[in-house]
């Protein structure tokens, strides 16, 4: 993987925190040390091909409300997890339904998490939570999807997630749970450039795709507006799936393909 002497600078970031709160840690690194990024090469999976966007993303907490029984007289409470059953239905059913993107694929929207209080003992629930994970196709707005939120949930409350982070080193910060999707052109030189660097490095020319997952790049583009991509080993519908994992001649590969990406966007 020699090459010759780059006339630019690479900075490679090593994030915490990206699985859950994506592009907070990249954001703060760029702002703190004051890089002015000319371009930037995410890491994430693409099967070896060249991602140049993403959909949106956003976290809602729903709650329903009821009153508290013995389990054995359910009759005298009211119960927040009947309550939430027919919203996550109408969820499941409006998930087919939303809007779609020419290439970054139609919005989606899934339930993540469901708690009940008191949540222990013989107690009929008076409180009910979800987390509703949902994808934004460019032409939606955050304050658009709330809105739709609450339409598909009229009897409970919701809102936009606030996470509160702690990092192993002790610092803290409050994050917003909505990350901006983005868009790199094709005809942009990062891109272009990149088609370049991958085909030489890789023997072939990859294919241009978008990610359905969310990345760092709704920090580095989609807040700062750096021109980015992405490119690693891996396939991507494989995320988070019990068989995941990637095949060791991907990896070879994939630092071929990072090595004539350095030397060609830094050049």
């Not at 009153?67 to 059913?93: C, F, Q, W």
């Not at 990610?211 to 519908?237: E, K, M, N, Q, Y």
Request: overall charge negative; charged content about 25%; some cysteine.
């Amino acid at each position: 993987c020699a090459a010759p002497e780059l006339t630019g600078e690479v900075v490679l970031t090593l994030v915490v925190h990206e699985e859950t709160n994506e592009g907070v840690a990249t954001r703060k690194i760029l702002e703190d040390r004051g890089l002015e990024a000319a371009a930037c090469v995410l890491g994430e999976p693409t099967d070896l091909k060249l991602s140049i966007g993403q959909r949106g993303r956003c976290v809602f907490r729903v709650v329903t409300r009821g009153v508290t029984s013995h389990a054995s007289m359910p009759e005298l409470g009211d119960n927040a997890l009947y309550k939430m059953t027919p919203i996550i239905e109408r969820l499941k059913e409006e998930n087919k339904r939303l809007p779609g993107h020419s290439f970054l694929g139609s919005g989606s929207m899934a339930v993540t998490m469901i708690s009940c209080k008191p949540g222990a003992g013989p107690i009929v629930p008076d409180y009910c939570e979800i987390q509703v994970d949902r994808r934004l196709v460019p032409q939606e707005t955050l304050d658009g999807v709330l809105s739709e939120m609450r339409r598909f949930a009229p009897s409970a409350e919701v809102e936009l997630l606030v996470d509160e982070l702690m990092c192993y080193t002790g610092y803290e910060i409050k994050a917003e749970q909505y990350f901006p999707g983005w868009i790199t052109d094709r005809d942009h030189w990062s891109v272009v450039e990149s088609l370049d660097a991958l085909a030489l490095g890789l023997g072939e020319m990859p294919e241009i795709i978008g990610w359905r997952f969310s990345t760092d790049g709704v920090a580095t583009a989609g807040d700062l507006g750096i021109p980015t991509i992405g490119f690693g080993p891996g396939d991507p519908a494989l995320a988070h799936q019990p068989n995941e994992h990637i095949a060791l001649e991907d990896v070879a590969s994939a630092a071929r393909g990072y090595c004539a990406l350095a030397y060609k966007l830094a050049s």
